[in-house]
């Protein structure tokens, strides 16, 4: 329904929570049993592949006509022009897509007739949905929680069958975990602790297992350092990027490398 030119609009134009959106077309599975909070986080995270989607689409028509069979070249203009029109596009981003144009061409010799050609449907192969749906860490019907800086302790409701059918089939699973160094010292210097992600993975001895993805939230700073400098990137690809600090004076430290 919504993997189309129309249905990719439609969830971009629509302001706020995505899953508000897809809730009022898509209705609930009838052969399993999935809580309506369940469902909500579900809709919300297929709705941001779906923007996400929308966004690579944009790039794509942006990219088409400046593309001249060399994925970096084409990326590194269209970077230029998007920064012109005030727009802060990543160049890794830009390059990725101009990167999957270029292999197309490669393939067929021709380039993609518009962005489904070059895209295929997104299917994603794990189980995974964020929880800022649901009704926050004391009340939530996914997942409650709760973290005095250093530990985090909570319950996630998951189902306890294979294929639930009703209510019954779903229970809460206690959770308790001690928070990363980096994390820790998030929260300390005033971040806010937000919605964790779920995830589901199965290890290689096929025991599934629940992952949840903490995520923290720091206030912006005032950026620090000397007005006049900028840290240089270029892409590579035996290297994938090569890095210096510049000034309008030229290359003031030596390059370093990430492979």
Avoid at 200 to 212: I, R, T
Wanted: some cysteine.
């Amino acid at each position: 329904m919504y993997w189309s030119p129309e249905g990719l609009e439609a969830v971009v134009s629509s302001p706020g929570k995505a899953w508000k959106l897809l809730d009022t077309q898509l209705s609930r599975p009838q052969d399993v049993y999935v809580p309506s909070r369940a469902w909500r986080c579900i809709l919300e995270s297929a709705g941001r592949i779906l923007r996400s989607m929308a966004e690579r689409k944009r790039i794509f028509e942006f990219l088409l006509p400046h593309f001249n069979g060399k994925a970096k070249d084409a990326a590194r203009e269209l970077y230029g022009l998007l920064k012109k029109d005030g727009e802060g596009e990543k160049f890794g981003y830009l390059f990725n897509v101009a990167e999957a144009v270029a292999n197309f061409y490669a393939e067929h010799e021709r380039l993609p007739k518009d962005f489904f050609e070059l895209q295929k449907k997104p299917e994603p192969k794990k189980f995974t949905f964020t929880t800022s749906p649901d009704d926050g860490p004391e009340k939530g019907q996914v997942v409650r929680y709760e973290c005095d800086g250093r530990v985090l302790r909570g319950q996630v409701k998951l189902p306890n069958s294979p294929e639930p059918r009703k209510e019954e089939d779903w229970r809460w699973f206690s959770f308790e975990a001690e928070l990363p160094e980096k994390l820790r010292e998030k929260l300390a210097q005033g971040g806010k602790l937000c919605a964790p992600d779920l995830r589901l993975k199965v290890k290689p001895s096929g025991k599934l297992v629940a992952l949840l993805d903490v995520k923290v939230e720091v206030p912006e700073k005032t950026p620090s350092g000397e007005k006049d400098r900028a840290l240089g990137v270029d892409w590579g690809l035996r290297k994938l990027v090569t890095g210096t600090v510049v000034s309008k004076k030229g290359q003031l430290t030596p390059p370093f490398f990430v492979f």
